[in-house]
């Protein structure tokens, strides 16, 4: 898969996503701003990638001009932490990795830094934080490969699947969580076929999902969000998967616009409903999903498709760009500690043990 950021020597260079499956461009990301922007702005996205992307941005905070000292310096961390945790409410991984990374800063300058500022000191701070940085990407990596073998084995016999958004390679250090189930599972002859519903206003299924899937030659067919009962109902679909943007302790779980929807309907199919997840993506200081934040986006990307106005001018829209299933809905968590089924608080605590 092609690379999704790039951290170097000044700078991380972040794929930007809004461009594919046509163009592969690449921004580049001088300062915590610039990295917090092409969060926002969904250049980059995918809960785990932006955790990854914000962890690499905060970095960034100690590549520009050697602070004059080190209370320079903690306010300037302080500020870039905010930033970043300001640029998208949802998926807990960013704040998670931010807050990782700005403890490990504080507590450094802190152990470490007297009152007059040492070069060496900070040399070994800006080092001690990119290292951290490259840890969360690389937990990542190895989460999303245990997560995906964890979940191929609940695949019994070879089914169609469903997925929505996109959960895979692009949205993630690894292989992806939804993706990464679904890849390993048909590399074990358990997928027959997916249904990737294109996710409207993003469009991350019939941009991303389609390329990966493409991609990896797995058989896929894009549907419209709005086919998905019928679907269900005519095509034999066997289970539905999708990612995962925060869970709650009592395993409510945000995921992209439209998973709730999905969750209803394989219930009233009689399909078995999974979210696939990294450990990190559970917040057990949210209680349920009622205190989850819903991110609303701008109502104009609901308006416009690629730049082009669909609705009278004048029209009013709204763009939830999450929604939370209910655990009840969910048939199992695959994460890379185990699988949490059924969906009961007291389980998602063991996991997260
Ligand atoms: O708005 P996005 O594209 O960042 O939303 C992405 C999703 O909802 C994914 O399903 C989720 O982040 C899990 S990615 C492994």
């Given at each position: ?6 951290p170097?020597k000044n700078c ?18 001088l300062t915590p ?22 962890a690499y941005g905060y970095a960034l905070a100690l590549n520009q001009k050697a602070p004059s000292g080190w209370r320079e310096l903690s306010l300037r961390l302080k500020k870039a932490a905010a930033?970043l ?12 990795a931010v807050d990782r990374l700005h403890g490990e800063a504080e507590k450094f300058i802190s152990e470490n830094c007297k009152k007059c500022f040492d070069k060496t000191a900070y040399l070994r701070l800006k080092k001690l934080i990119s290292d951290e940085a490259g840890a969360v ?217």
């Open positions: 898969m092609i690379a999704r950021i790039i170097k991380l260079e972040i794929l930007d996503q809004r461009l594919l499956p046509h163009r592969i461009v690449y921004l580049r990301a701003d610039d990295a917090a922007k092409a969060i926002k702005d969904m250049a980059t996205r995918g809960a785990p990638l932006i955790g990854c992307a914000a930033v945790k300001a640029s998208r409410p949802t998926a807990v991984a960013l704040a998670y990407f690389g937990e990542d990596v190895l989460a999303n490969k245990r997560l995906s073998l964890s979940g191929a084995k609940l695949f019994k016999r070879p089914v169609n699947v469903m997925t929505i958004c996109n959960a895979g390679a692009l949205a993630t250090a690894g292989i992806g969580t939804a993706l990464g189930v679904i890849q390993k599972a048909w590399e074990k002859g358990k997928i027959i076929h997916v249904y990737a519903c294109e996710t409207r206003p993003y469009l991350q299924g019939a941009r991303l999902t389609m390329f990966e899937l493409l991609r990896n030659k797995i058989p896929a067919t894009l549907i419209t969000d709005n086919m998905a009962a019928h679907i269900m109902k005519t095509a034999g679909i066997g289970a539905v998967v999708a990612g995962a943007d925060r869970i709650a302790a009592n395993g409510d779980t945000a995921n992209k616009i439209g998973t709730y929807m999905l969750a209803v309907l394989a219930r009233y199919h009689k399909i078995p409903f999974y979210i696939a997840a990294p450990v990190p993506t559970i917040d057990m200081k949210t209680p349920d999903g009622g205190k989850i934040p819903i991110e609303e986006r701008s109502q104009d990307e609901v308006h416009k498709i690629f730049g082009s106005r669909i609705s009278p001018k004048g029209a009013k829209a709204r763009h939830p760009a999450f929604d939370v299933t209910p655990a009840e809905l969910i048939t199992a968590i695959i994460t890379e500690n185990g699988i949490i089924s059924p969906v009961t608080r007291a389980n998602v605590e063991k996991i997260t043990a």
